[in-house]
């Protein structure tokens, strides 16, 4: 069975990094893209980039580029989202999703950036 | 970068309704378009991808059709349980743009 396991909820505050993290399993981890997707509370889904895990191919949305790292390790078939310095409008759920069209998603992580 | 419109943005139906919801890309993507519904508090689940193959599991009143710049996503029966909001997204090349998204409730 294909799983997405995504890490827990954080509460951050403004200017602190963060890494979230995406675990698959069930699959061949090298042979799909792993997205990531931001959805802001009550707003629509937002695409932000994509990574090949088994060579490291990494694409951004204009919008998230320089923003946010997307990341990988294929020892232990887990993908990330990172932020260096983390801003309230970063306040959001963040889903991890298997290939380019989506087939699998984890269950999301809520990230709160609060003062 | 292409942008994806989805018309309406909400619309309310009947109980064994037809219902079709349009999305337009601003340039050609052959067909790679998916759809996906997500129902309040969940997470997304995909319909259809290629613009008109049914994901597995997902009920046949699902339907896709369209290629280029227009598509449409027909449920043929609406159903209480399809209350949700449907996204399509363009995934030819990045950045996989979402479209802004349509509210279907039952009137």
């Known amino acids: 069975e294909v799983q997405l396991v995504q890490s827990g909820a954080e509460v951050k505050k403004p200017g602190e990094s963060l890494k979230i993290s995406c675990k698959g399993s069930g699959y061949s981890f090298t042979s799909y893209w792993i997205g990531w997707v931001r959805q802001m509370p009550g707003k629509g889904l937002e695409w932000m980039g994509i990574?090949?895990?088994?060579?490291?191919?990494?694409r951004y949305s204009p919008s998230f580029q320089g923003q946010v790292t997307i990341s990988a390790d294929k020892s232990i078939s887990t993908a990330y989202l990172q932020w260096s310095s983390l801003k309230a409008s970063d306040t959001a759920m963040y889903y991890c999703a298997r290939s380019s069209s989506s087939d699998y998603w984890g269950q999301g992580t809520l990230v709160t950036v609060s003062s | 970068d292409i942008q994806m419109t989805q018309s309406p943005s909400s619309l309310s139906a009947s109980v064994g309704d037809r219902v079709t919801i349009t999305c337009r890309a601003s340039q050609g993507i052959s067909n790679y378009l998916a759809w996906y519904q997500q129902k309040p508090g969940k997470v997304p689940k995909l319909l259809i991808y290629?613009?008109?193959t049914l994901q597995s599991g997902v009920p046949s009143r699902f339907s896709g059709s369209g290629s280029g710049t227009d598509f449409t996503l027909t449920i043929s029966s609406l159903q209480p349980e399809d209350v949700a909001t449907y996204y399509c997204q363009k995934y030819n090349s990045a950045p996989f743009t979402f479209g802004p998204g349509t509210k279907v409730d039952i009137k």
């Open positions: 290629a613009a008109s």
């Open positions: 990574i090949y895990p088994g060579d490291s191919d990494t």
